[in-house]
């Protein structure tokens, strides 16, 4: 593993997510709650690596989720429309080649990401308000998606939920919050 995604990992205390797959912790989490008692907001630090291999598996979430890139290797990030559209989106720095720092990726997108290819690791972000919980989460099966996005068959092989694994989040599921 990279001495840096080691060393960011072990500092935050990141724990790879149930169903997702990715290294993460919670850096916020708003004391006030909606009217369903989730967090009205949520911010967390996520990790990728190529090897040993961490990612965010399909999955689709209630709510907004805006992607903040801040170091290490591109991240590609993939939407899966409702429409039968599916889009790359790289986050980075390198803005004249086309990257993005900053993305939302809308309620009821399914959606997946990883290092980009030919990268070792990733550092990156996300906020939500409403905040994430174990009910605004599904992960989405490889047969969910498959013969849905063409073009992109090689991606939800790797990407979707394997057919029979858990899609859910447990309900009393709560990621630990980042205290130092």
Known sequence: MNPRAQELITYFGMKPLPVEETYF??????????????????????????????????????????????????????????????????????????????????????????????????????TMSPGFNATCFRGVTKSELAGNYRGYEEIIERMGVPDGHETELPADYVNERFNK
């Open 25 to 126: 912790i919670n850096t916020y989490i708003s004391e006030a709650t909606t009217a369903s008692g989730g967090p009205a907001g949520t911010a967390g630090l996520g990790l990728y690596l190529d090897s040993p291999r961490s990612a965010s598996t399909a999955h689709v979430l209630e709510f907004d989720e805006v992607w903040h890139f801040y170091e290490g290797d591109p991240i590609a990030l993939y939407e899966f429309h409702i429409d039968g559209t599916a889009r790359t989106i790289t986050l980075g720095r390198d803005i004249a080649a086309g990257q993005v720092m900053q993305h939302t990726i809308k309620a009821g997108v399914i959606q997946a990401g990883e290092v980009a290819p030919g990268g070792e690791w990733s550092l990156f972000a996300c």
